[in-house]
């Protein structure tokens, strides 16, 4: 019966143990100190790796997949960048001042004729309601048209009763001017301060729009 020895089995443990120096970087060396003394350098000493040990947890490849990857630009090459550089020459020195002079025009002539109305027909309260809102709809025709917007209506167009609600997914101001181009319709309008709150007294006032404020 073979007996084993016991100094050859815990030289084996030794060899299997791991050693902490190969995880170690360049220049750290761990100093060995009889059991229970633990100096605070040793736990410094290894300190680098453990905050690759957590870098590499936080940036792991599934995190990635919820980062935003940066686009390319696709007008840096030969070929496209003389075309780009055309396009921007076309929309900000033809085009935009096109459009601008458009709403420019457009405003010019609704305030010429909104004005007399808004003041002269005060006594006729339906013939001045009537024409301002013609002129609504003149006006959003024009910012429709100095977006060189397209409209086009799938289905039949609703007829206008008394005491008739729709209710359109509204996402902005946009919304409001493509749908007031085709009928001016009063609307349920956050109240605003400024620039907004005149036009709200003043143009939209005509279409008969109920204002409310989210304070109160």
């Known amino acids: 019966m073979r007996k084993n020895n016991p100094k050859s089995q815990s030289t084996e443990l030794e060899l299997d143990q791991p050693n902490i120096e190969d995880y170690l970087p360049d220049g750290h060396t761990i100093h060995q100190e009889p059991r229970g003394k633990l100096r605070l350098c040793d736990l410094l000493d290894i300190s680098p790796t453990l905050s690759e040990a957590a870098g590499a947890i936080v940036d792991d490849s599934f995190l990635r997949c919820f980062k935003s990857i940066p686009s390319?630009?696709?007008?840096?090459?030969?070929?496209?960048?003389?075309?780009?550089?055309?396009?921007?020459?076309?929309?900000?020195?033809?085009?935009?001042?096109?459009?601008?002079?458009?709403?420019?025009?457009?405003?010019?002539?609704?305030?010429?004729?909104?004005?007399?109305?808004?003041?002269?027909?005060?006594?006729?309260?339906?013939?001045?309601?009537?024409?301002?809102?013609?002129?609504v709809e003149?006006?959003?025709?024009?910012?429709?048209?100095?977006?060189?917007?397209?409209?086009k209506y799938h289905g039949p167009r609703p007829s206008m009763r008394p005491k008739q609600v729709f209710v359109?997914?509204?996402?902005?101001?946009?919304?409001?001017?493509?749908?007031?181009?085709?009928?001016?319709?009063?609307?349920?309008?956050?109240?605003?301060?400024?620039?907004?709150?005149?036009?709200?007294n003043t143009i939209l006032e005509s279409v008969g729009c109920i204002w409310f404020n989210r304070t109160e």
């Open 72 to 135: 390319e630009p696709w007008n840096w090459n030969v070929y496209l960048f003389p075309l780009w550089c055309f396009g921007v020459v076309v929309r900000y020195f033809v085009l935009f001042p096109a459009r601008v002079l458009l709403l420019s025009f457009g405003w010019m002539i609704f305030l010429s004729a909104f004005i007399p109305v808004h003041i002269l027909l005060k006594r006729d309260n339906n013939l001045r309601k009537n024409i301002e809102r013609c002129l």
């Open 168 to 200: 359109a997914n509204h996402t902005s101001m946009i919304d409001f001017i493509v749908l007031e181009q085709m009928t001016a319709f009063a609307v349920i309008m956050q109240k605003h301060p400024g620039w907004v709150g005149l036009l709200q």
């Open 138 to 151: 003149m006006i959003c025709s024009f910012f429709v048209a100095s977006w060189t917007g397209v409209v």
